[in-house]
């Protein structure tokens, strides 16, 4: 099928929109790709949903405008692409993700979707898995062992988003996510220079990571836990007050630090021939730094093996719509916890029916 797969993540920067030919199972074609900002407005407004979503009310006025607004952009994104589909996959954007609590919320109205874009919308793809007592959470396991058939393994794959997923491909597969990826950092730059992320990690590149800190954050119960398991882009919230005595340049660095030491600290890097990484966070150079220096593999961006690391986490979502399709499971014992692998995701027509 012609797809086209809409992400939006956690860093909050924008929609990604790819299209891709898939059966679900492998990827025949990869077609064009691109990132659309979100503006100012629509960026402040779904950073203050996180720290409201705990007590928001899904019908609260604002929240509805504030969705309405995220479903038009990504009506956009999908016009700007300029590719024709017969299936969209619509992530929407989290704003709370508490899987103990069996609870994880996406906004984004698919229904208004399908009707602007005339296609239908694959969309929900992770409450199914949190409901049955998975993490729902990371998804794009599935997405990654495709892309690396052939690939010698045990291999790693990393995304570094708003949090950092890992993938453990092997005999088995294996996921969780390691810990802070670009959020804090972002929310750090923003604070103290009006700037939305450190370009080109040239503050976190001028400063010195505090080891005291370091091992103070290092030590929250999250990395003792077993995989799989899953974070709220909040959850390391805390280590912003952490570094807040520290100056711009050395706060960078140790929260550049915080984010590669995490990834060190797991136990699905341990063999692995490789570390791929993408997302976002594979552009700031002293992230990557930190990686190649805390680990013994070699680490390298996913363009080494001739992926978009800019496209994949929304051909991902591409690839899992259809899945949803053709009821094929989106998750597994080994990547979210689920205690049999789980189908999950709903799909709804332009004129509003549902296929699922």
């Given at each position: 099928?012609?797809?086209?797969?809409?992400m939006?993540?956690?860093?909050?920067?924008g929609?990604?929109?790819?299209w891709?030919?898939t059966?679900?199972?492998t990827?025949?074609?990869?077609?064009r790709?691109?990132?659309?900002?979100?503006?100012a407005?629509l960026?402040?407004d779904?950073?203050a949903?996180?720290?409201?979503?705990?007590?928001?009310d899904?019908?609260?006025?604002?929240?509805?405008?504030?969705?309405?607004?995220?479903?038009?952009?990504?009506?956009d994104?999908v016009?700007a692409?300029g590719?024709?589909a017969?299936?969209?996959?619509?992530?929407?954007?989290?704003?709370?993700?508490?899987p103990?609590?069996?609870r994880?919320?996406q906004?984004?109205?698919a229904?208004?979707?399908?009707?602007?874009t005339g296609v239908?919308?694959?969309?929900?793809?992770?409450s199914?898995d949190?409901?049955?007592?998975?993490q729902?959470?990371?998804l794009a396991p599935?997405?990654?062992?495709?892309?690396?058939?052939?690939?010698h393994?045990p291999?790693?794959?990393?995304?570094?988003?708003g949090v950092?997923?890992l993938?453990r491909?092997?005999d088995?597969?294996?996921a969780?996510?390691?810990?802070?990826?670009?959020?804090?950092?972002d929310?750090f730059?923003?604070a103290?220079?009006?700037?939305?992320m450190d370009?080109?990690?040239?503050?976190?590149?001028?400063?010195?990571?505090?080891?005291?800190?370091l091992r103070t954050?290092?030590a929250?119960?999250?990395?003792?836990?077993?995989?799989p398991?899953?974070l709220d882009?909040q959850?390391?919230a805390h280590?912003?007050p952490?570094?807040?005595?520290?100056?711009t340049e050395?706060?960078?660095?140790?929260l550049a630090?915080?984010t590669?030491?995490?990834?060190?600290a797991?136990?699905?890097?341990v063999?692995a021939?490789q570390?791929?990484?993408?997302?976002?966070?594979?552009?700031?150079?002293s992230?990557?730094r930190?990686?190649?220096?805390?680990l013994?593999m070699r680490?390298?961006?996913?363009?080494?093996?001739?992926w978009?690391?800019?496209a994949i986490?929304?051909?991902?979502?591409g690839y899992?719509?259809?899945?949803?399709m053709?009821?094929?499971p989106?998750?597994?014992?080994?990547t979210t916890?689920?205690?049999?692998?789980?189908?999950g995701?709903r799909l709804?027509?332009?004129?509003?029916?549902?296929?699922?």
């Open positions: 099928m012609h797809v086209i797969g809409l939006s993540g956690t860093s909050l920067d929609v990604d929109a790819a891709i030919d059966d679900g199972e990827v025949q074609h990869f077609g790709a691109i990132t659309l900002p979100y503006v407005e960026r402040r779904l950073r949903c996180l720290d409201r979503a705990p007590s928001l899904p019908d609260d006025p604002w929240l509805l405008d504030v969705q309405a607004r995220l479903t038009d952009a990504h009506a994104a016009a692409l590719e024709t017969a299936l969209i996959g619509f992530h929407g954007q989290t704003i709370l993700h508490a103990a609590n069996r994880t919320w906004i984004g109205d229904a208004a979707l399908a009707r602007a239908p919308v694959a969309y929900d793809f992770r199914a949190v409901a049955a007592g998975g729902g959470a990371p599935i997405f990654h062992a495709a892309l690396a058939a052939g690939l393994r291999l790693a794959v990393l995304n570094i988003g950092a997923n993938t491909i092997g088995t597969l294996s969780c996510d390691t810990g802070p990826g670009c959020a804090l950092l929310d730059t923003q103290r220079t009006g700037r939305a370009a080109d990690g040239a503050l976190a590149a001028a400063g010195t990571p505090d080891e005291g800190i954050l290092l929250d119960p999250y990395f003792a836990r077993p995989a398991k899953s882009r959850h390391f280590a912003l952490a570094v807040a005595q520290l100056s050395d706060g960078a660095a140790t630090a915080f590669a030491r995490a990834v060190a797991s136990p699905l890097v063999g021939a570390l791929l990484v993408t997302g976002g966070g594979r552009h700031n150079p992230i990557m930190a990686l190649a220096a805390s013994p680490v390298a961006p996913v363009e080494v093996q001739g978009d690391g800019d986490e929304a051909q991902c979502f899992l719509a259809v899945r949803v053709h009821h094929l989106l998750s597994f014992p080994g916890g689920v205690p049999a692998p789980q189908h995701g709804v027509r332009p004129d509003g029916t549902h296929a699922l």
